[in-house]
């Protein structure tokens, strides 16, 4: 109490040097956040640059012996000899056609032989054959390369760590950036950066999407969002565009306005790598953003940088308190409002302050919950927030987390959650192996959600984990 006395005094009515000092102390932090933060941007955008590359689709007609059309995109390596991007940049014969405006011409490319070929460019002379292995409606194309490349890896981030406001970065290859680039530069990314505008929990696909100001401009589609951490996010998949003809009828796509585009999070598609066996990563915890040594680390890698950074700063304080002291001592007004300050210290520490229970907030008379009914959590009675409920195995991206020997329980089984303003519960099946039943309808379609009524139960996996969603009158204390 003593040192918070002569800090007060210190910065409210000392020696002006005192002040100064003690405003650079508060200000210097600020300056170092600045300058590692941006330290940190360059190292995750560095870490990205080696996964975020090109893709081509090329289709040849046969008949003709001649090349039709070929498209430009990005992709993300996610294993040596796979790369992930967006459907509609790995494009098939049906997408081709539904392209096609001009009836005559898609008359002619229905009856075609056509040859559609993918190919990822890593330089000049350099481009990989692939083919694709895995599509998803949510327009995600997984594509096998022909040969391996080598590529340090990035972890991938689940759903419910992504904030509303959190900064992202966006990485791939616009076509109208391609117009200043040449040589090597042609193969180098451009990156943009915004923030997490939305997070759209069902689009008119079934989706999830997280919506985004970074700019997302066409050959974007298919490349990387990722966090400060050099954390995938998710894959871009489309900016608010409107189709126009022009005065000679053809079609022209136009921006529906600025700082509104989509990414696709990593769990609407880790289903594809599931399948196919591919080996991935979660990150280890949510990022921090910035690390005390300027580099960009999940909060499990810096619990030591910023324990150093404490112990520095409180020795900071500590010599700055004493500065302060041993300057105010010297003047004999600072030796007055010293003692003024510790004797109003001292009458407030022995004033004497009534204690009491304090009632809890409510929001009304009922709570949601969920209640384990059957199975490993029989007994439990869990209370839903406003965020969704995960139930799974994994624990990195479920909060109601299952043993690893119940197998009959999917990494990320279900998801339920309650919506105040419509009084009723959402349940949604993650494509869970075994499937999520509910009592009154029966299985629920993978990536699809039902409603349920308050009483209503339902199972993961098997009959044995039941649950039961119920509202509980909120006990006031």
């Known amino acids: 109490m003593y040192w918070t006395s002569v800090f007060k005094v210190g910065l409210i009515g000392g020696n002006k040097m005192t002040a100064s000092l003690w405003k650079w102390f508060l200000i210097f932090p600020l300056l170092l956040d600045v300058v590692h933060a941006q330290e940190g941007l360059e190292i995750a955008a560095e870490r990205m640059r080696g996964v975020a590359?090109?893709?081509?689709?090329?289709?040849?007609?046969?008949?003709?012996?001649?090349?039709?059309?070929?498209q430009g995109g990005s992709a993300l390596v996610i294993a040596k000899n796979y790369v992930v991007t967006n459907a509609h940049v790995a494009f098939d014969r049906d997408f081709f056609l539904r392209t096609i405006g001009d009836p005559w011409e898609q008359r002619r490319f229905a009856s075609a032989n056509l040859k559609f070929s993918y190919v990822v460019s890593l330089g000049p002379g350099r481009e990989i054959p692939a083919e694709v292995v895995w599509r998803s409606p949510k327009d995600v194309a997984?594509?096998?390369?022909?040969?391996?490349?080598?590529?340090?890896?990035?972890?991938?981030v689940p759903t419910n760590w992504v904030r509303m406001a959190q900064t992202v970065n966006v990485m791939g290859y616009p076509a109208a950036a391609d117009r200043a680039a040449g040589g090597d530069d042609f193969y180098i990314p451009s990156l943009t950066r915004g923030i997490i505008s939305k997070e759209v929990r069902k689009?008119?696909?079934?989706?999830?999407?997280?919506?985004?100001?970074?700019?997302?401009?066409?050959?974007?589609?298919?490349?990387?969002?990722?966090?400060?951490?050099?954390?995938?996010?998710?894959?871009?998949?489309?900016?608010?565009?409107t189709t126009i003809r022009d005065t000679q009828g053809e079609e022209k796509r136009l921006a529906l306005g600025e700082g509104i585009g989509w990414a696709l999070p990593f769990d609407e598609w880790v289903q594809g790598l599931d399948e196919l066996k591919?080996?991935?990563?979660?990150?280890?915890?949510?990022?921090?953003?910035?690390?005390?040594e300027g580099g960009a680390l999940p909060t499990s890698g810096i619990a030591n940088p910023?324990?150093?950074?404490?112990?520095?700063?409180?020795?900071?304080?500590?010599?700055?308190?004493?500065?302060?002291?041993?300057?105010?001592?010297?003047?004999?007004?600072?030796?007055?409002?010293?003692?003024?300050a510790v004797t109003r210290s001292r009458e407030l520490v022995s004033r004497r302050i009534p204690t009491g229970r304090s009632a809890k907030f409510t929001a009304g008379p009922h709570v949601p919950v969920l209640a384990c009914v059957g199975g490993y959590y029989e007994g439990t009675t869990i209370e839903l927030g406003e965020k969704p409920l995960?139930?799974?195995r994994d624990a990195r991206m479920c909060q109601l987390v299952y043993p690893q020997d119940k197998t009959e329980i999917s990494r990320r089984h279900c998801v339920i959650r309650y919506e105040e303003k419509d009084q009723a519960f959402f349940l949604e099946d993650c494509w869970s192996k075994n499937g999520t039943y509910a009592l009154s309808s029966g299985k629920i379609p993978g990536g699809e959600q039902i409603v349920l009524k308050t009483g209503e139960r339902f199972y993961a996996g098997d009959s044995g984990n039941m649950f039961e969603v119920n509202l509980e009158p909120l006990s006031i204390s």
């Open 390 to 392: 995960a139930i799974g």
């Open 53 to 70: 590359i090109r893709i081509w689709t090329e289709i040849e007609d046969l008949d003709e012996n001649e090349s039709v059309t070929s």
């Open 142 to 156: 997984i594509l096998k390369l022909s040969e391996p490349i080598v590529r340090d890896l990035v972890p991938f």
């Open 306 to 340: 910023i324990k150093d950074r404490l112990y520095l700063i409180g020795l900071l304080v500590a010599i700055l308190l004493s500065v302060t002291a041993v300057i105010l001592a010297l003047t004999k007004r600072g030796r007055v409002m010293m003692r003024e």
């Open 278 to 292: 591919i080996p991935y990563t979660y990150a280890a915890a949510p990022c921090s953003g910035i690390s005390s």
């Open 203 to 241: 689009d008119e696909y079934g989706r999830k999407l997280f919506q985004t100001d970074a700019a997302i401009n066409a050959g974007n589609s298919g490349g990387p969002m990722f966090n400060a951490c050099g954390e995938v996010i998710g894959i871009n998949v489309e900016k608010a565009l």
